[in-house]
């Protein structure tokens, strides 16, 4: 029943990689990671020979009854996307693409998760297990490929987001899931405050919503889940035919994917060659303060006037070129966590 | 092999008098309630794995923050072992004291500090019932989804040592998945906040860890957790089945049907006679397994789904398909289910209740294993399964009084978790390793492995004073289990001591 999907590049270079760390790692010679090389803006540069890891590719194995796929770091997020739909799949938290070189492996090393994040969860929410290159250059296996697993400590989670520095991700098991039935984008006009309240109200409530963004005078709602009650839902939030509507991969959905935003909201003029937005994550608690999130955002000292936020917290300002959360980054406070400091690997 | 704390193979542990702890302890922390003599300290001998014993060195139950810091501190200089304890209500030994140790019990912690219903938020000392969460969220709509069967009791700060499960896993997910924040006090005093009110924090994904690291790391203080909108409405099918085979297939279908079911539970017959004699569910005493699938959401999909999961399983080759018709018949179906393991526990003397994971697509071949293990040893198996998420819960029934039948019921337990190893599986889906499992780990995992959890425990605790001898076995006692993965015939470790 297990199912291998065969990709153009289909190629297991773990011993290879093996071999590349392990020779590192006896000159303490530093490595620099590299997937498709679309995520070296996010953290700090690294200085290192790169560890190239965009040649070990493919799908390990996918079958989806188990709802389990384990693909190699160096494969195209597009294309485990694509071998994804096929079963009408989809990783459920839509990690952002840089470009179409955005490799899996640099997905979950970043720990960047999409739109559906607050409802659905993040990167590593689904990540179930991971083949790791330690700094000896040994393949240690981590977590597994079933739902639950709580042998030993939770390393593959911890994988996640730790860019690489604790060890090189070579293959990695996620949990999908099925594609929603129905997706439907609305938009409705309104300020930023009302959009924050509103919001608040509906995520007590078990609506279908699983992303929302506001911009500019505009909040943007995507509804999925089953027809009957995306319906409804559309008919509560009042969305009638005067409102413009967008599908599922309505270009607000996309850009926010990627942390882009468009420039020509920048008092009308291009401000940017290449914006990358900042990208804060709040409270939700945000929301009771209501009024207070606006002029947070356009007093704070580093920012410049505030033309877009969103539901999930990530507030995208052009024209920025870092991410807050790597400008605010503090190493753990407690000596003893800096165990990883003596890895080479980074 | 004996499961009980053994200095040769575990770790030596220093030697102190009692008394001289007692006096330090009384000394340090005054105020601290500190239980030392034997009777007293009787109740706390054991957790939800009353098959092994041992009884603490002393007892402390703080009733403040500075108490459990003060007494950590203390503890860390002194060089004894500290075991965290919550409800007790654990089923893989992880609060099982040492003799040579302090347990350290949670359960007068247990305020509710705060519930944010706008942002989802509750937030909570460690020894608040996991129900209790769910009773102080009803009234603003919200609920608590994880749902151990021991929710009535458990605490939440044992739920996230052992990062606890539930029937609604595969839908909602793990502890991991709901909670935000936890406060915790290291060995050595220190005060660390992991994770934080907004979904994602910079840095290391320490709360990850934090969730099923059984107490080796840090003590939980306080846990933040998600709220969730209450589903507006609930919906159960029962299907039965003349063959267990065809219901696990059904379980496959469902799910490539695109539907996630909140719930979704198999019975064997063994199983489905014990719960039908006891509860009085209503389940069919004939069939040789049934499924539960709960459905929930929106009414107005689950209808739909309701309808599409009907068809599924009908084609499935279901002998009859119930769906409940009310609120009354539909705590029926699950009351059967959630007492299973009390209800197999009248049919026998003891039972051993084990708690491997297998990909879906395996569970005919292992249940076949599973009753031969049966058959060879003569000790019946009833099984319970988590089949939406993979997570087997076969009970061992067996009489302790009879010699030799504990030994026996470990080694079949043993065996099935080998087999779920195997069969490409854990040996732990939601109970923990705690003392239970600590030599099956050395099948599921190699001698490197084992030595990257020793170096992140090194980093957190480096004199092994948190619950010494839990969750991670050392490479001394694989070496003796003899199950230690030989890879290319090199013997890892060769400078360890053989026994």
């Known amino acids: 029943m297990t199912e291998t999907a065969t990709l153009n590049a289909d190629q297991d270079i773990a011993d290879s990689l093996c071999a590349q760390v392990k020779q590192a790692y006896a000159e303490r010679a530093p490595l620099r990671i590299v997937g498709g090389n679309t995520r070296a803006f996010y953290g700090l540069p690294v200085d290192g020979e790169p560890l190239e890891m965009a040649g070990h590719t493919g799908i390990v194995s996918y079958d989806p009854i188990e709802l389990v796929i384990t693909v190699r770091a160096g494969t195209r997020i597009s294309d485990l996307e694509d071998a994804l739909a096929e079963h009408?799949?989809?990783?459920?938290?839509?990690?952002?693409?840089?470009?179409?070189?955005?490799?899996?492996?640099?997905?979950?090393?970043?720990?960047?998760?999409?739109?559906?994040?607050?409802?659905?969860g993040a990167a590593r929410d689904f990540v179930l297990g991971a083949r790791v290159i330690s700094q000896e250059g040994k393949l240690l296996r981590f977590g597994g490929e079933v739902m639950k697993n709580v042998a030993g400590y939770d390393m593959s989670r911890l994988m996640v987001g730790a860019q690489g520095t604790l060890g090189v991700l070579a293959d990695i098991s996620f949990k999908v899931l099925p594609k929603p039935t129905v997706s439907h984008s609305l938009k409705l006009s309104m300020p930023l405050d009302d959009a924050l309240k509103k919001l608040a109200k509906l995520g007590r409530q078990p609506l279908p919503i699983t992303a929302a963004a506001w911009h500019a005078g505009e909040l943007f709602v995507r509804l999925e889940g089953g027809k009957s009650s995306v319906n409804a839902t559309r008919e509560q939030l009042g969305v009638r035919k005067s409102v413009r509507t967008c599908g599922a991969n309505c270009a607000t959905w996309s850009t926010l994917f990627s942390l882009r935003i468009t420039t020509r909201h920048c008092g009308g003029c291009r401000c940017h060659p290449t914006p990358q937005p900042w990208r804060w994550i709040l409270p939700r608690t945000i929301f009771s303060m209501t009024g207070r999130a606006a002029s947070v955002l356009s007093k704070h000292p580093l920012t410049p006037t505030p033309s877009a936020t969103s539901a999930n917290r990530q507030a995208a300002m052009p024209p920025v070129t870092r991410l807050l959360s790597m400008a605010v980054r503090k190493p753990p406070s407690h000596h003893s966590i800096q165990w990883w400091k003596n890895i080479t690997v980074s | 092999m004996n499961i009980l704390y053994d200095e040769h193979i575990d770790g030596?542990?220093?030697?102190?008098?009692?008394?001289?702890?007692?006096?330090?302890?009384?000394?340090?922390?005054?105020?601290?309630?500190?239980?030392?003599?034997?009777?007293?300290?009787?109740?706390?001998?054991?957790?939800?794995?009353?098959?092994?014993?041992?009884?603490?060195?002393?007892?402390?139950?703080?009733?403040?923050?500075?108490?459990?810091?003060?007494?950590?501190k203390r503890c860390h200089a002194l060089g004894v072992p500290v075991v965290t304890r919550g409800a007790g209500t654990g089923?893989?030994?992880?609060?099982?004291?040492?003799?040579?140790?302090?347990?350290?019990?949670?359960?007068?912690?247990?305020?509710?500090?705060?519930?944010?219903?706008?942002?989802?938020?509750?937030?909570?000392?460690?020894?608040?019932?996991?129900?209790?969460?769910?009773e102080a969220a009803a009234p603003y709509g919200l609920y608590y989804a994880p749902d151990p069967s021991s929710q009535i009791a458990c605490s939440i700060g044992g739920n996230v040592a052992e990062n606890a499960g539930g029937v609604h896993c595969l839908k909602y997910g793990l502890t991991v998945h709901n909670v935000m924040r936890v406060d915790i006090i290291t060995i050595e005093g220190e005060c660390m906040t992991l994770g934080s009110e907004a979904l994602d924090a910079p840095g290391f994904d320490l709360l990850a860890l934090m969730n099923g690291s059984e107490g080796m790391l840090g003590?939980?203080?306080?846990?933040?957790?998600?709220?969730?909108?209450?589903?507006?409405?609930?919906?159960?099918?029962?299907?039965?089945?003349?063959?267990?085979?065809?219901?696990?297939?059904?379980?496959?279908?469902?799910?490539?049907?695109?539907?996630?079911?909140?719930?979704?539970?198999?019975?064997?017959?063994?199983?489905i006679q014990a719960a039908e004699d006891f509860v009085k569910a209503g389940y069919p005493v004939e069939a040789e397994a049934i499924l539960l699938c709960e459905l929930d959401g929106v009414e107005a999909d689950v209808d739909d789904d309701c309808q599409t999961v009907r068809q599924v399983l009908e084609k499935a080759g279901a002998t009859d398909i119930k769906l409940a018709r009310d609120e009354a018949e539909r705590a029926k179906f699950w009351a059967g289910r959630k007492n299973a393991f009390p209800a197999v526990g009248r049919m026998s003397p003891d039972y051993y209740c084990m708690d491997g994971t297998i990909p879906r697509r395996e569970l005919p071949r292992v249940l076949k294993g599973i009753a031969a293990l049966s058959q060879e040893s003569g000790l019946p198996v009833a099984n319970v399964f988590h089949a939406g998420d993979g997570n087997m819960h076969p009970l061992i029934l067996f009489d302790a009084n009879r010699e030799g039948e504990l030994a026996l019921a470990e080694e079949v337990g043993g065996k099935i978790l080998e087999l779920c190893v195997a069969a490409g599986g854990s040996i732990t889906g939601e109970h923990g390793v705690g003392r239970e499992k600590i030599n099956q780990m050395c099948s599921q995992f190699q001698a490197d492995e084992i030595s990257v959890f020793h170096a992140l425990k090194a980093a957190f605790d480096p004199d092994r004073l948190l619950n010494p001898g839990k969750n991670i076995p050392t490479l001394a006692r694989c070496a003796e289990f003899g199950a230690m993965h030989v890879h290319n015939n090199e013997l890892p470790h060769p400078e360890l001591p053989r026994f």
Not at chain 1, 101 to 109: E, F, L, P, Q, W
Not at chain 2, 113 to 123: E, G, N, Q, V
Request: with cysteine.
């Open chain 1, 88 to 120: 009408n799949q989809m990783l459920a938290f839509e990690p952002p693409r840089f470009g179409s070189a955005s490799t899996i492996g640099g997905a979950v090393a970043t720990g960047l998760s999409g739109p559906r994040r607050p409802w659905a």
């Open chain 2, 12 to 72: 030596e542990l220093q030697s102190f008098e009692k008394s001289d702890i007692l006096a330090d302890l009384q000394q340090s922390v005054p105020s601290l309630t500190l239980l030392h003599r034997e009777e007293d300290l009787r109740p706390f001998e054991c957790d939800g794995l009353a098959a092994y014993r041992v009884l603490p060195m002393l007892v402390a139950l703080p009733e403040t923050l500075e108490q459990v810091q003060t007494l950590l």
């Open chain 2, 91 to 134: 089923l893989s030994g992880g609060a099982l004291p040492l003799e040579r140790g302090v347990l350290l019990v949670m359960s007068r912690f247990k305020k509710i500090l705060s519930i944010d219903p706008d942002a989802r938020l509750a937030r909570l000392q460690p020894g608040v019932r996991n129900l209790a969460i769910s």
């Open chain 2, 219 to 271: 003590v939980v203080t306080e846990i933040t957790v998600k709220l969730l909108p209450k589903p507006e409405t609930a919906k159960v099918l029962m299907a039965s089945f003349d063959d267990v085979e065809k219901a696990g297939r059904a379980v496959g279908d469902i799910i490539a049907a695109g539907i996630i079911p909140g719930g979704l539970e198999m019975m064997d017959k063994l199983a």
